[in-house]
């Protein structure tokens, strides 16, 4: 089965900074990975993906991201923090199954940004 | 124009009530998502519909019943509301089964609360 863990449950980062949020996943096949972002009171909203074409993925709000498959991991990067940008981040991986498949989500990272 | 709109916003109810909580999407997707998000915002899917046929049934108690009468809705009835039920029901709708082409959209979600 595939999963996806997220390391850090909680960053803080100064306005201005780089901001890194890391992703680790597991999977047998070669996966679909994916970034959401959830502001307060809100849905998740898509960031960004990888589906297999280049492996650095520039997503909305000038975060981007980096599949490397030798460290199993999609780590997502913006290089200066926005107050805006404080919100909960989760991973997330297709779990490809017969004709469907569904998105397994690794539990989150509250991002805090410090003005 | 709300994508995907779920009512209400807000859920609080006793221990042995019977709800629903109710979800459109006016995108033209075919597949449409519950998942549940528990108090530490782990995301887990519940249920997928693809055009009013059930495709995905995770291991939900069956107190927990999901109805789409067309592929613009899908709502989720509870019996015998539990403690444990308490959490934030989010509605999701795709535009096809296989989500790597298709990013997940999400409602704002519905805040049940059971005492």
């Known amino acids: 089965a595939q999963s996806v863990t997220q390391l850090g449950s909680h960053v803080s980062v100064s306005e201005g900074a780089l901001v890194l949020l890391r992703c680790n996943y597991s999977s047998s096949v070669p996966p679909y990975l994916f970034w959401y972002v959830q502001y307060p009171n809100q849905g998740l909203q898509l960031l960004l993906k990888y589906t297999s074409a280049a492996t650095l993925v520039k997503g909305i709000n000038g975060f981007e991201a980096e599949f490397k498959k030798s460290e199993t991991s999609f780590h997502l990067t913006k290089p200066s923090a926005h107050m805006s940008d404080a919100a909960e981040y989760f991973c997330a991986v297709s779990d490809r199954k017969t004709s469907y498949d569904k998105v397994i989500f690794g539990p989150g990272t509250s991002l805090s940004v410090i003005p | 124009d709300t994508a995907v709109s779920q009512t209400p916003k807000y859920l609080v109810t006793q221990m042995g009530n019977d709800k629903s909580i109710k979800c459109e999407q006016n995108l033209g997707h075919d597949t449409m998502y519950w998942y549940k998000q528990d108090s530490k915002k782990f995301l887990k899917i519940m249920f997928s519909y693809n055009n009013k046929e059930l495709i995905i049934n995770e291991t939900v108690p069956n107190r927990f019943s999901p109805k789409s009468p067309d592929k613009a809705h899908l709502n989720l009835h509870i019996n015998s509301l539990e403690l444990g039920d308490s959490a934030v029901y989010f509605c999701?709708?795709?535009?096809?089964?296989?989500?790597?082409?298709?990013?997940?959209?999400f409602g704002n979600g519905t805040r049940l609360t059971v005492t």
């Open positions: 999701a709708s795709s535009q096809l089964r296989q989500s790597h082409n298709s990013p997940l959209h």
